[in-house]
């Protein structure tokens, strides 16, 4: 009989002492020579259960299907390729049944993977040229040259060249490249208006190999332009703090572009942004500010998201967040009310991450927020009575404007006064004295 035994808990594996490791060894000897076939011992902590979680969420989303093929015996119409025990192949597919494949809820499970949202048919150039080929009689014969494809990976891919009803069987599907292309087909072919001789070009990678499905869809996707947010939207992390935000706060941490489609409007309430997270984080609990207003792309740059994306709770990033929101929703009134004081007038305008730096300190009084207990607690006081943070509001913007008064030189240009560091400084060392 093989024996496998975990040790559960909810700290870091990556951190355990050395009385720990010499205590597993000792099990593991006394038990490997008890009568077992097998016996092993390992420690799962927090970041692996969230990894076991994922990887039961995804089997459960897990999609497999017969994909019709365009199949000629007598032309090269499908060719398999493998290399290092990798295999890929080139097919042909009717528009039609691609429509098909995605109809339903399926497309919330499909493109799991798939970097990009679906922009709609008649968003930008390229989602209308592609209804417009698919649609047009004169030209829909002419979609495989001008569209460029789909990419699928899969468990596991089974021809059948039955001549009759050539076919693909897939095991796990996700279509990872032509997510545009899918879905704006999808959309028209609901309206009976995908021509029946519109065919697409389809490569399929049969692998389980993790690592490679990734690079896979980062590469296929970086051909053409996508931001470093849309990069990074599939990653462990952002995929943890999406269900640490929905299941503790009841939030949709949005993680890429238009990712919720078809929501009410008090559902769009709920959704928060993690560019927007990753921002006010920067600026508050990082003391960022003018970073997080100048040079918002860097926050998805090796050297900034470790930093903004811990592996740990999530409870700083939406304090934060709820305090540089309630500093944007003031805005249009305060800009109202101080339209003739040019100073306030030019801070409300150019500086609401650091205003909200500011502000976070004067309501908590604290500049790290350690206790968990405490930031929950803020967390439901702000979000229940916002209005405790008007009374920090007016004060911070003085704090700043008797800064910037100071130096005759800020006073000509507010705007490039928060563009630069210096600003930060003054803030910090002015909020130290009161800590003081």
Sequence with gaps: MDVRVFFISKGDTKQLSKEFNDE?????LKYQSGGFKGFTIDPLGASELVDLLGEQERRERQINDTLPIVYDRNKASLIEYSAHKLQGVICTVR??????????????SVFDLNLRRFYGIDKGKVNPDIARTAMDSDDSHRFWFFNNGITIVCDKCEFSRDPDTPHVKLTNLQIVNGYQTSMTLSSIYQNGQVQDDVEVLVKIFQTSDEHFVSRVVMTTNNQNAINSRDLRANDGIQEDYQRAFHEIYGLRYEKKPREFKG???DEIKQVISNEKIAQAYLAIVKKKPTIARTQ???IWDSDLYSQLFPETTVEKHLLAFYVYDFCLKQKRQALETWKHDPIRYSIISYGVFHLARVLAFRYTELENWEDLAQTNRWIEEVRSQPDRLSKHYNPAITLIKNLIKKKPEWVENINNVFKASDIESAINRELHKKVR
């Design 95 to 108: 528009g039609k049944d691609i429509a098909k494949l995605i109809q339903g809820d399926r497309a919330n």
């Design 24 to 28: 597993l060894s000792e099990i593991r």
């Design 296 to 298: 918002k792309y860097r």
């Design 263 to 265: 929501l009410t409007r």
